[in-house]
């Protein structure tokens, strides 16, 4: 429920707000994307802890650049996938971690 309403929060935020900012932010993905693929992948309190991080680490002393966000546990193994259905990628870090990184899918 609280990950719902949250997921919704960011959702609103980057529709509507994050046009104000003009793309001021210095890491790939976004702080809002961030947050969001946090909150969808990780447990609350680490999505907090990191995105919290993530956003404090966001200002002019920081050089920035991609700083994709981290799987903390694998909770299953896919099964019947396929290009459509994959939604992010999952690149090891190190043992039971993963880099996160999104799937765009062109079709056309």
Known sequence: MIRKALLAFLVIYQKFFSLLSFGSCRFYPSCSEYAKWQFEQNPLYYAFFSTFYRI?????????????????????????????????????????????????????
Do not use: A, E, M, V
């Open 56 to 108: 404090l680490r966001c200002n002019q002393f920081c050089k920035g650049g991609i700083d994709y966000p981290i799987l903390h546990k694998l909770s299953q193994q896919p099964s019947n996938l396929t290009l459509d259905t994959i939604k992010y990628w999952l690149i090891p870090k190190s043992h039971h971690r993963f880099y996160i990184i999104k799937n765009f899918t062109f079709k056309g």
